[in-house]
């Protein structure tokens, strides 16, 4: 007997229908993909470059003040809109890591229980029925998500190869820019790699004045840069009045699961995002948040971290460049961002990077993301574990690249 509360469910989950569609997610396919290439192959390890997640620990020292903070009394209670400690090093770590002039402790900054839910609660503060995020795709579809929850539609901006995956906010149209809230931009940007410049960034800001536009400019990977400076979107002239940015500590302090981040910016957008907060939680863990200093205080964290990423993504640019495919070291994450192939010579043929994903998984045990938003292309990340007696080890990682290299190399790839 189906229960009444099938019939309750919201709109925006499907209402009546909730559950009941058919439809298979990707990650879902690449779970199951995976269990069923180990089946097949008991015998043969599974090397999996499709996670997002890093493969360490945080720093020990960051460790011992979550462990030291956790002792103290006065840290048990809720935090609500965060300590003021941590807002006061905000400013002081934006200024030295990405040269953002001043911001003010008290107004322009405020910590989230991580980057995701800092991304939902801002759409929160402008999306009504009938409005527009312009959303760049492929890309985190949180914002997006949200926005059609509250009755908002989204406009898609594609990130194309030729246009450096930058969007071009001069194709859209007029229409849509006056229904439009919201520009979403993530740079250096998942799953592309791509790093935005300040030339785009003025553009961009130019923009928002222009259309009554505010920019939610999600810089989860902004320490994680490869070539130039890390660039923050703050940095440029008059940023500040039409945005605010927000920072993970997840990716640079290797602190996923501590769900710590920051929105710093706009003061109107940071109280708009306060008063949503104030609904939704009670703040982060107090000791997380005093882990978060010490983390601020220590961008050498990152850099060590920074570092290993950018070993691993210049020998695996190699690898595929070895096997025929077109890859390019990213300007920032820790992903590859890769053209798929059609084909097999005389084998296999892929419509898609799915399927081309797929075989990877199926045949040759390389777990991999495909993304068909912008082209066909497959993201491999460098954030595969690579431990030898509880340590990161070079020999290991090699070993596990070797192996990717020889199966890749086993088969003759086609391109279009």
């Known amino acids: ?33 995976k269990k069923a290439a180990k089946l097949k192959f008991p015998n043969v390890e599974l090397i999996d470059m499709g996670v997002g997640e890093p493969d360490e620990m945080a720093d020990s ?24 400690e941590l807002k006061d090093e ?31 609660y801002i759409t929160s503060v402008f999306i009504n029925p009938g409005d527009v995020t312009l959303m760049t795709v492929p890309g985190y579809p949180v914002t997006a998500t949200h926005t059609k929850w509250y009755g908002g ?24 820019k006056e229904k439009a809230k919201i520009l979403y931009l993530n740079y250096p940007n998942n799953p592309t790699g791509a790093q935005a ?21 999600d810089a989860a990977y902004a320490a ?9 979107f703050l940095s440029v002239n008059d940023a500040k009045e039409v945005g605010v940015e927000i920072h993970s500590f997840s990716k640079a302090y290797n602190m996923t699961g501590w769900r710590l981040a920051f929105v710093a910016g706009n003061e109107l957008i940071v109280r708009g995002f306060a008063t949503v907060k104030d609904n939704y939680d009670s703040g982060q863990f107090i000791p997380i948040q005093k882990a978060g200093i010490h983390c601020l205080r220590h961008p050498e964290i990152t850099e060590k971290t920074r570092v290993k990423y950018e070993r691993r993504l210049l020998k695996m640019v190699k690898i595929l460049k070895e096997a025929g495919f077109n890859a390019k070291m990213p300007g920032g994450t820790f ?82």
């Open 1 to 33: 007997m189906e229960s009444y509360i099938q019939n309750l469910f919201s709109e925006r989950l499907g209402g009546k229908n909730f559950g009941k569609e058919d439809v298979i997610y990707k990650f879902e396919k690449i779970k199951r993909a």
């Open 61 to 84: 020292s960051v460790v011992d003040v979550l462990c030291n903070e956790s002792k103290k009394p006065e840290n048990r209670g809720y935090s609500d809109n965060g300590v003021q």
């Open 90 to 120: 905000i400013p002081i770590y934006m200024k030295e890591v990405f040269g953002v002039g001043e911001l003010d402790p008290v107004n322009e900054v405020i910590h989230a229980i991580g980057s995701k839910p800092a991304l939902a």
């Open 153 to 176: 539609s989204v406009e898609p901006l594609p990130l194309l190869e030729k246009n450096k995956f930058l969007p071009e906010l001069d194709a859209i149209s007029k229409e849509v």
């Open 197 to 217: 410049t300040k030339k785009f960034y003025k553009k961009a800001v130019d923009f928002a004045f222009e259309n009554d536009v505010v920019i939610v400019q």
């Open 224 to 232: 994680l840069t490869y070539g130039e400076k890390p660039l923050s």
């Open 335 to 416: 992903y590859l961002y890769v053209k798929a192939p059609i084909g097999t010579k005389g084998g296999a043929k892929f419509e898609n990077a799915e399927e081309f994903s797929q075989y990877l998984i199926k045949e040759k045990l390389i777990s991999t993301v495909p993304w068909d938003d912008a082209g066909h292309y497959f993201r491999m990340a460098a954030c595969f574990e690579a431990f030898k007696n509880g340590e990161i080890s070079v020999e290991e990682e090699d070993r596990i690249l070797n192996e990717v290299k020889k199966r890749l190399t086993e088969v003759e790839f086609v391109f279009e």
